[in-house]
């Protein structure tokens, strides 16, 4: 297998990653990342000409690349909350 073979299989999967993620998205999480996105084009094209288009396209990028790790952690959250919620004890115990 050839690099460029290699990276279009990393590229492959990583892409796949990122749609479950988004189709995973939840709608506040979803109005989140709409809400970034936005902020972020919106710096770009009226901004003080500091924030290049090249920097707004990697933020945007490393926040979808980001988006299947964050999405893992808040279930972990979710699940760890739910272990520790009153309602999810035994009845008796203490």
């Known amino acids: 297998m050839d690099k460029q073979s290699?990276?279009?299989?990393?590229?492959?999967?990583e892409c796949d990653a990122i749609f479950d993620a988004v189709d995973r998205l939840q709608g506040e999480e979803a109005k989140a990342l709409l809400?970034?996105?936005?902020?972020?084009?919106?710096?770009?094209?009226?901004?003080?000409?500091?924030?290049e288009e090249k920097a707004c396209i990697n933020d945007m990028m490393e926040a979808f690349i980001d988006l299947p790790r964050i999405i893992r952690k808040l279930k972990r959250?979710?699940?760890?909350?739910?272990?520790?919620?009153?309602?999810?004890?035994?009845?008796?115990?203490?």
């Not at 290699?6 to 999967?13: F, K, Y």
């Open 35 to 51: 809400k970034f996105m936005y902020a972020r084009l919106d710096m770009q094209r009226n901004g003080f000409g500091n924030y």
């Open 77 to 94: 959250c979710k699940t760890d909350a739910h272990k520790t919620s009153p309602s999810h004890k035994r009845a008796g115990s203490f």
């Open 6 to 13: 290699s990276r279009d299989d990393n590229t492959s999967a």
